[in-house]
């Protein structure tokens, strides 16, 4: 298979596929009217639009999470809770290894965060690549999840598998789109807090409270804004003591984030048939150090990590993020068109880190940098009902983006001959390295040009072709083809398979020759002695994925039930490299980001949906991990459950009275098993963390018309699990599952 898709050009002009109009219905909303607790209102949408729900019931591979959902379980203050309850989904560190173990993100399909693209309102969140990029693999980073309050979304459509590749670059394991409330005809507001209170008192709570509004301004113009403050606490400081792996110090829990947020969006309607949006968003967040050094220093003993002692409790890292974008929604005789424009800003402001060895990542300064990144989007395209002998819409666009990155901080480690833990500062040089101060400021540029075709040859059979081409500035053409089938078998049963080729451009820290680490040892190739250098590299590859899945679904009266097979093979992931390619001036080996060869995911989704009365229904999904492997080293890609399996009822008690009683387990999880450095490879543990189930309850009442209250307990059974350290010393016990917490949740509106 993957000889056919890189050596066959017809192949490749003929294959592909993804979602048609993904993009130009991504604002548009499943009903046209939209309920805003308790009162309805009709949006302003152009009827003609096609639906996000007519495209993606098309698609495997996609799950939809509605407002209702989230108002009957809302998240503690990060979208990811509820994201992580479908089928293929995870929350996992940006690594395998570990570190930073309790900032997990989205990991769709286990090919990890970093391969997880996320939008609001279709456009896509780049915040998290302000984050500097570990030798590990690691950000200290929430992700791209928490810049949406969950009571300002209107629905998030995940998309899994050879349907997230219409995107292109980041999309190899899926994408998460968050689609928030529109604006309305008439004049509602909206106003709601919620609190979490933990029964563990070493646990954060979490307070949040937002206001949303939106109504007309004159017969054409409308209008939507929000804002949000919310914080959830860090962990006490010594949660983990006692559970810490042998020799190491405590690691830190889950530390705490303040967040702020005001979106709004102008909607003009210039016709009958034309509409424009204008959108400006405005947030902040801000940590709450909870201590975490990366490799488990004690913060009060050793000097190396001394600097970040008197930072628990306080703020040492914000960012300060910006949105503005245009976008015009045309129907037109021959079909509807879709254009926009973006410029994203994110300014990553944090205390100074160390570059070296064992202490990279580690705060070891009191002084701030400021890491800078804009974006700039362009996006169009045309959607075109073709009058032919059978059904059939081709969708046909481009894209533009450009990135600017540029972090001091990163570029700070000097030329040196000795290491950061003998003190020796002697003089040293690289061939084609400045000596000197080394330029911060890096960039990458994708032109795209895409098509698909989404036809109905015959009842009951939907095909999807297409192909996206993306021309990146530092190593060119990549083609990403895919092909959808949706074939009706029966009345209840219909075959859905699909089969793409996806990519991922290697981020602006590993493009700059510029972003140096040195090590003594940690990081230096097994068997080796000295320091070595870890340098950016131009002329890496990019990141690609061959994914496939094939499923059946079962509908009939409400029943509903399906079965996937997905693989994802994944091509030239970049690591940090081991094979020494020079020398410096004073001997130290010189080593590069490098192209890895393969790995492979693999595994089953299952999903089933019982109307067990007419005011109870018993929705499930499962998710079982047959491979989870990089083939080069035998470790595991992310560390995920070898299963996940999410069940709940869902009892409409009365009119006004809704409860739900979810369970949600996990299987057993494991960790690398073997090392890539010198100081792995004499002390990896590979414990395990078994499995274990999560049970909540939770309730919603309308009292009045306009004013509705919720409340519940998560995790009843109070289970929990403590952090030991990060996967070389802990194993698998990589982060705090936090216990039993009762939260209350009220909402009025007008």
């Known amino acids: 298979?993957?000889?056919?898709?890189?050596?066959?050009?017809?192949?490749?002009?003929?294959?592909?596929?993804?979602?048609?109009?993904?993009?130009?219905?991504?604002?548009?909303?499943?009903?046209?009217?939209?309920?805003?607790?308790?009162?309805?209102?009709?949006?302003?949408?152009?009827?003609?639009?096609?639906?996000?729900?007519?495209?993606?019931?098309?698609?495997?591979?996609?799950?939809?999470?509605?407002?209702?959902?989230?108002?009957?379980?809302?998240?503690?203050?990060?979208?990811?809770?509820?994201?992580?309850?479908?089928?293929?989904?995870?929350?996992?560190?940006?690594?395998?290894?570990?570190?930073?173990?309790?900032?997990?993100?989205?990991?769709?399909?286990?090919?990890?965060?970093?391969?997880?693209?996320?939008?609001?309102?279709?456009?896509?969140?780049?915040?998290?690549?302000?984050?500097?990029?570990?030798?590990?693999?690691?950000?200290?980073?929430?992700?791209?999840?928490?810049?949406?309050?969950?009571?300002?979304?209107?629905?998030?459509?995940?998309?899994?598998?050879?349907a997230a590749a219409r995107y292109g670059n980041g999309a190899a394991g899926g994408v998460v789109n968050i689609i928030t409330k529109a604006p309305t005809k008439e004049t509602h507001g909206t106003f709601s807090v919620y609190t979490s209170m933990p029964k563990d008192s070493d646990e954060g709570a979490t307070k949040r409270a937002n206001f949303g509004l939106s109504g007309p301004l004159t017969d054409r113009l409308s209008y939507r804004m929000y804002g949000n403050l919310s914080k959830t606490d860090r962990d006490s400081s010594d949660i983990n003591e006692g559970h810490e792996a042998e020799g190491e110090a405590a690691a830190a829990g889950a530390e705490g984030v303040r967040n702020a947020d005001f979106n709004g969006r102008l909607t003009w309607k210039l016709d009958d048939r034309q509409s424009l949006d204008m959108d400006a968003a405005f947030s902040r967040q801000g940590n709450i150090y909870a201590g975490d050094t990366q490799y488990n220093y004690d913060l009060q003993s050793n000097p190396k990590a001394a600097s970040a002692s008197p930072w628990v409790g306080r703020e040492t890292n914000k960012l300060y993020r910006q949105n503005f974008a245009l976008t015009h929604n045309g129907d037109w005789d021959f079909g509807t068109s879709k254009f926009f424009v973006q410029y994203e800003h994110t300014r990553n402001r944090r205390l100074d880190e160390g570059l070296t060895g064992g202490v990279e990542g580690t705060i070891n300064s009191t002084d701030f940098s400021t890491s800078d990144l804009k974006s700039y989007l362009a996006h169009g395209e045309f959607n075109l009902p073709l009058a032919t002998t059978f059904e059939q819409t081709l969708t046909v666009g481009g894209e533009w983006n450009r990135q600017e990155l540029d972090d001091p901080a990163s570029t700070s480690q000097a030329l040196s001959s000795g290491s950061y833990w003998s003190g020796s500062t002697g003089s040293d040089s690289i061939a084609g390295v400045p000596s000197g101060t080394r330029s911060s400021a890096t960039g990458a540029t994708i032109g795209s040009l895409f098509l698909e075709d989404n036809l109905e040859p015959w009842a009951g059979t939907v095909l999807t072709p297409g192909l996206r081409m993306d021309q990146h500035s530092d190593f060119g053409v990549n083609w990403s083809p895919s092909f959808n089938l949706s074939q009706r078998l029966t009345e209840d049963f219909t075959l859905k398979a699909g089969i793409a080729r996806a990519f991922k451009a290697p981020n602006l820290y590993q493009l700059n020759p510029n972003y140096l680490l040195l090590s003594s040892g940690n990081g230096c190739p097994v068997g080796s002695s000295g320091s070595c250098y870890i340098l950016g590299n131009e002329d890496l590859k990019a990141e690609t994925s061959v994914n496939k899945e094939l499923g059946i679904e079962f509908k009939r009266d409400g029943y509903i039930a399906g079965l996937t097979f997905f693989r994802n093979d994944y091509h030239n992931k970049v690591v940090a490299g081991t094979d020494v390619l020079g020398y410096s001036s004073a001997g130290n080996m010189i080593l590069k980001w490098v192209n890895a060869k393969k790995a492979v995911t693999q595994g089953l989704e299952a999903n089933l949906t019982v109307p067990v009365t007419d005011s109870v229904t018993w929705t499930t999904n499962a998710t079982y991990m047959m491979k989870n492997e990089d083939l080069d080293t035998g470790n595991v890609l992310s560390m995920i459950p070898k299963y996940t399996v999410n069940s709940m009822l869902d009892w409409q008690a009365t009119e006004k009275l809704s409860t739900q009683l979810s369970v949600t387990s996990y299987g057993r999880q494991k960790p690398p098993t073997?090392?890539?450095?010198?100081?792995?490879?004499?002390?990896?543990?590979?414990?395990?963390?078994?499995?274990?189930?999560?049970?909540?309850?939770?309730?919603?009442?309308?009292?009045?018309?306009?004013?509705?209250?919720?409340?519940?307990?998560?995790?009843?059974?109070?289970?929990?699990?403590?952090?030991?350290?990060?996967?070389?010393?802990?194993?698998?016990?990589?982060?705090?599952?936090?216990?039993?917490?009762l939260y209350f949740t009220t909402t009025a509106s007008f």
Not at 13 to 33: K, N, R, V, Y
Not at 40 to 60: G, H, N, R
Request: glycine residues 10%; neutral net charge; hydrophobic residues 35%.
């Open 1 to 162: 298979m993957n000889l056919f898709f890189s050596k066959s050009p017809l192949a490749l002009a003929l294959l592909a596929a993804a979602l048609p109009t993904a993009l130009a219905a991504a604002q548009t909303p499943t009903d046209p009217s939209v309920s805003q607790a308790g009162t309805s209102s009709e949006v302003l949408l152009d009827p003609t639009l096609v639906t996000a729900e007519q495209e993606l019931k098309q698609a495997p591979g996609v799950s939809v999470i509605t407002a209702e959902d989230i108002r009957k379980a809302p998240p503690v203050n990060d979208l990811s809770d509820i994201i992580r309850k479908m089928p293929g989904v995870n929350l996992t560190g940006n690594s395998a290894s570990g570190v930073r173990g309790n900032n997990r993100q989205i990991d769709i399909r286990g090919m990890g965060p970093e391969n997880t693209l996320i939008l609001v309102d279709g456009l896509p969140v780049t915040s998290r690549n302000s984050i500097r990029y570990g030798r590990t693999g690691d950000r200290d980073t929430r992700g791209d999840t928490n810049w949406v309050p969950a009571e300002q979304v209107e629905r998030i459509e995940v998309i899994r598998g050879p």
């Open 674 to 741: 073997t090392g890539t450095t010198k100081v792995d490879a004499a002390g990896v543990v590979t414990d395990e963390v078994g499995s274990y189930s999560l049970v909540n309850l939770n309730m919603s009442y309308q009292l009045t018309k306009n004013l509705r209250v919720g409340g519940g307990v998560t995790n009843l059974f109070d289970k929990k699990l403590y952090r030991a350290g990060n996967s070389n010393s802990a194993g698998a016990a990589t982060y705090n599952q936090h216990g039993q917490a």
